[in-house]
């Protein structure tokens, strides 16, 4: 095993594989993060649907403002951290929520004019991340990651990619067939394939599933319920080019009051991202560039596409598990996907054949992906040496690990009359970052190796 591992050595530097071989990186990446960020546009055409019309976010400008948001982020975090952003699943519920007021400005509203609202509530959220930036860059990062140490983050992490699990098994269900050709392809080029091969599972898993589910439907096999495997109707009646149909968001007190908290669960998504990518490149991303700079090109990136319709951006854990997969670590790869994410957007034909690919494909690659992501928070514990014979520890990580996949549908409250509802990602990080403040024995020290949970590899940068 440890000489299969010393036989691939990480990347830093794509170039040295050539331009051909980048490209193909990019093109991976471009597919890992594709199915998550469309269908959140998606789900939201659902939640804004009114005589048969839907009026949700528009696949070409989320793919806009996920290449666009993806450079931005680069260029703030100074082009250093292999991330991408996309769509963020965090803002789904809040969605929900405007799509049903009744209240307010809201009440009769139709379907056609809710959209901007809560947009502009996103903006408001976006805004927040720079409010964090600067207490970090004030205060310093050390003080602020005190009451964030590995036993509070690594759980966080394990719980990502636990929490993503279920959407991984519905997708695949649809066609468990198809699922596992994807998910066999992906395993049989990681482990016994040779080169470039062994560094584009991702890709050639989507290629070649998708290639065997259009030969299955071209012989008119169906998926178990009797629906089609692939459906090209959306194809054939979407142009080459089109501009992606941006509007401008609006500002209401209410819609800024259901979606501007949850900024409260993603930004704490993004420091278990953070932690999860530096702990995946072996870099200490938190302290150079710094956490402040991340937060910011996030935040901004949110802020930006939500002004314009777009949804709000998240550093994307399909891309982390595609950097474990690939060990190519050069955020050059990640950047390529942003433009073939912002020529898609103008490409609307384009876009609808790849939002042709089946659920199960995409549910047969998330196996791998979120399991990844599971297993750096673990591998982020156990490198970083947390005591677990120490009962705080023990009982911070239990107490995450329960609320993060115990609160499936969230924490709703009502604050101001307003129905607002916290993720389980956010009660897990808000409750663990609470118990490490006040349960006595926290002697961590941020940087510092084996000094009380200890740090590990993430303190030797």
Not at 5 to 28: H, S
Not at 35 to 54: D, K, Q, R
Not at 115 to 126: D, S, T
Request: charged content about 10%; aromatic content about 10%; glycine content about 12%.
């Amino acid at each position: 095993m440890n000489n299969q591992v010393n036989a691939q050595q990480p990347i830093y530097d794509a170039r040295t594989l050539g331009t051909p071989k980048m490209l193909l990186l990019g093109l991976q990446h471009m597919f890992a993060m594709f199915g998550a960020t469309i269908l959140v546009p998606i789900l939201t055409g659902i939640y804004f649907t009114e005589n048969g019309a839907s009026y949700g976010l528009s696949i070409q400008v989320t793919l806009l403002f996920a290449g666009l948001g993806t450079l931005f982020f680069h260029l703030c975090s100074k082009f250093q951290i292999p991330a991408f952003l996309g769509s963020s699943f965090a803002f789904l519920g809040g969605f929900q929520t405007i799509a049903t007021l009744d209240t307010g400005i809201f009440a009769g509203m139709p379907m056609s004019e809710r959209l901007p609202y809560a947009c502009g509530g996103i903006v408001v959220a976006g805004l927040m991340y720079l409010v964090l930036a600067a207490i970090i860059k004030t205060v310093g990062v050390n003080r602020v990651m005190r009451f964030l140490p590995p036993v509070v983050t690594g759980p966080i992490i394990i719980c990502i990619g636990l929490t993503l699990a279920p959407s991984a098994v519905t997708n695949a269900s649809t066609n468990w067939f198809l699922a596992i050709v994807a998910l066999a392809v992906i395993i049989i080029f990681n482990i016994w394939g040779k080169g470039m091969f062994k560094i584009i599972p991702i890709l050639l898993g989507v290629v070649i599933s998708y290639a065997v589910a259009f030969v299955m439907n071209a012989a008119g096999i169906t998926n178990p319920d009797g629906s089609a495997i692939l459906s090209f109707a959306a194809v054939a009646q979407a142009d080459w080019i089109g501009l992606p149909p941006v509007q401008l968001c609006k500002f209401d007190l209410t819609a800024i009051l259901v979606m501007a908290p949850i900024a409260l669960a993603t930004m704490m998504e993004h420091i278990g991202d953070m932690s999860a990518i530096s702990a995946t490149v072996g870099k200490n991303y938190l302290a150079q560039p710094g956490l402040h700079r991340t937060l910011m090109g996030d935040g901004i990136a949110t802020a930006f596409a939500a002004l314009f319709g777009g949804p709000a951006n998240t550093t994307y854990g399909e891309n982390t598990g595609v950097l474990v997969l690939s060990r190519v670590f050069d955020p050059r790869v990640i950047r390529l996907a942003a433009v073939y994410a912002i020529v898609l957007s103008f490409v609307p034909k384009f876009a609808d054949v790849i939002a042709s690919m089946p659920a199960s494909i995409i549910g047969g690659v998330s196996f791998m992906l979120y399991g990844m992501i599971s297993a750096i928070g673990v591998r982020n514990v156990v490198e970083s040496k947390v005591d677990f014979t120490k009962s705080r520890n023990l009982i911070i990580a239990a107490v995450i690990l329960v609320c993060g996949l115990g609160f499936s549908s969230g924490l709703t409250f009502l604050a101001g009359g307003t129905s607002i509802t916290l993720t389980g990602l956010a009660v897990a990080a808000i409750a663990g970052i609470v118990l490490n403040a006040i349960l006595p024995g926290n002697d961590y020290v941020f940087g510092e190796d084996d000094k009380g949970n200890g740090s590990g590899n993430m303190g030797t940068y």
